[in-house]
């Protein structure tokens, strides 16, 4: 599956922006979406994550009550809204795709996970 992430850009510390995750080349219904971020210096590191049909999510801790992610199938996209942004969240943001269960995204290694997008970088100024 190839995955095509969008949507990043500069904004003001408490503003808030949606990122995109187009998905082609195979059903998306079958796989678990998730979003992960690299800030500079830093590893990479779980953001969000969506199961199939979008029944259950999961959230890192830091980003639990501002983020949301969402998905649709009709579409073959996978969203991350994100307000009351801070300036700790500039990173560098990559959506991925896995057969593994949503929920195995929240600890799994980032080369355990088959499908990356291209990163969009978020910049929130203070």
């Known amino acids: 599956v190839q995955l095509q992430a969008s949507g990043g850009g500069l904004v003001q510390a408490g503003g808030a922006l949606r990122l995109s995750c187009a998905a082609s080349?195979?059903?998306?219904?079958?796989?678990?979406m998730g979003w992960f971020r690299q800030a500079p210096g830093k590893e990479r590191e779980f953001v969000a994550a969506?199961?199939?049909?979008?029944?259950?999510?999961y959230y890192a801790d830091s980003v639990k009550g501002r983020f949301t992610i969402s998905r649709d199938n009709a579409k073959n996209t996978v969203y991350l809204q994100m307000n009351s942004l801070k300036p700790e969240d500039t990173a560098v943001y990559y959506c991925?795709?896995?057969?593994?269960?949503?929920?195995?995204?929240?600890?799994?290694?980032?080369?355990?996970?088959?499908?990356w997008g291209k990163g969009t970088l978020v910049t929130v100024s203070s």
């Open positions: 991925a795709a896995d057969r593994m269960s949503s929920a195995s995204f929240t600890t799994a290694d980032y080369d355990a996970i088959n499908y």
């Open positions: 080349g195979r059903t998306f219904s079958g796989y678990a």
């Open positions: 969506i199961s199939r049909t979008g029944s259950s999510t």
